[in-house]
């Protein structure tokens, strides 16, 4: 049974820096795809960034350049390094798995292509 377990949410100011984690379990091997997502109230659950398996990247528009994804296969861990925080990143973010190498570059950072979702942890930045 995959597990996905994240962890690194907070209350921050503006301007300041948060990284979440996203630690896997119950892969049968270490090549699958991450994606990270948050909704805030009201709204839709987004697509932030996610990583292929084999490493590459991919962010959404509003927070290219501020965010930055990265995995440690020998962890089962990804990471979400979010600086330059701003009000609007304000959101429950999940993270979520497929098993497939490729889903971000086939599917983009959508809900319906992970099928394995981790509990949610809360981000909040204050102006």
């Known amino acids: 049974e995959v597990q996905l377990q994240a962890s690194g949410g907070g209350l921050v100011q503006a301007g300041g820096s948060l990284r979440l984690s996203c630690t896997a379990s119950?892969?049968?091997?270490?090549?699958?795809?991450i994606g990270w997502f948050r909704q805030a109230p009201g709204l839709e659950r987004e697509g932030v960034s996610c990583v292929s398996g084999i490493g590459d990247t991919y962010y959404a528009d509003s927070v290219a350049g501020r965010f930055t994804i990265s995995r440690d296969n020998a962890k089962n861990t990804v990471t979400l390094q979010m600086n330059n925080l701003k009000p609007e990143d304000t959101a429950v973010y999940y993270c979520?798995?497929?098993?497939?190498?490729?889903?971000?570059?086939?599917?983009?950072?959508?809900?319906?292509?992970?099928?394995?979702w981790g509990q949610g942890t809360q981000v909040t930045v204050s102006s």
């Open positions: 979520a798995a497929r098993d497939q190498n490729n889903v971000c570059e086939v599917f983009g950072i959508a809900t319906g292509s992970f099928g394995s």
């Open positions: 119950g892969f049968r091997r270490n090549d699958y795809s």
